[in-house]
């Protein structure tokens, strides 16, 4: 999958959490959708994390 592909579908899944957490109607709504959207910032970030240690592999062979 192309990079920027991917960091488009984090950044969707970002909104559609950030949209979930406006439309909470309860504070466990809201707490769930938080939940998520930690779920999703913490996966995109170990994403670029992981491409960043790809290119210094490359990059210092």
């Known amino acids: 999958m192309d990079k920027y592909q991917e960091i488009a579908e984090i950044v ?3 909104t ?7 439309d909470a109607a309860e504070p ?4 769930e ?3 998520d959207l930690l779920e999703v ?10 491409r960043i240690d790809q290119y210094n592999d490359r ?3």
């Open 59 to 61: 990059r210092y062979r």
């Open 33 to 35: 959708a938080l939940k």
């Open 41 to 50: 910032l913490t996966r995109g970030s170990k994403q670029v994390l992981e």
């Open 16 to 22: 559609e959490e950030a949209t979930n957490f406006k």
């Open 28 to 31: 466990a709504e809201e707490v």
């Open 12 to 14: 969707q899944e970002i």
